[in-house]
């Protein structure tokens, strides 16, 4: 894994994410919404301002989020279920205290503990299913001498 060139490593991170927003996030949405937590799994209403698929914008972003962790892959010392847990921690983190504010949405769900709870583990479950993807796709991919 530490001798992958860094552009590999970033591509393999973005396939990564996009991969596993749509196993592992969604897999966890439609999980919660089992339970009446959360709406249908792979949403597809429009995003503004582009009209993107909500999907495609996860997946999209997840890829961005992926990408940045297979370039930092090589400096974590933590197994990668553990340094992808933290990813998707982050990524929960900047979703309730920068994307929210942006949106003009409360921060962090308007702070109802429920709601809080579910989006911090479709994240942090999305951040295992990349640090886990990248952990296969590291070791299947050939390595440079």
Known sequence: MRSMDPPMRAVLGFVAGVISVLVFHQG????????????????????????????ISFCFWGGLYGLVYGLLLPKLTMPPWLSGLVLGVIAALVLWFVVAPIKGRPLANGWVPRTMLVILAIHAIWGIGVGLIMQVATTRIPQRA
């Open 28 to 55: 966890a949405w439609a999980l919660f919404h089992v339970f009446g937590l959360m709406p249908p799994p792979y949403p597809m209403g429009p995003v503004p301002p582009w009209s993107v698929p909500l999907t």
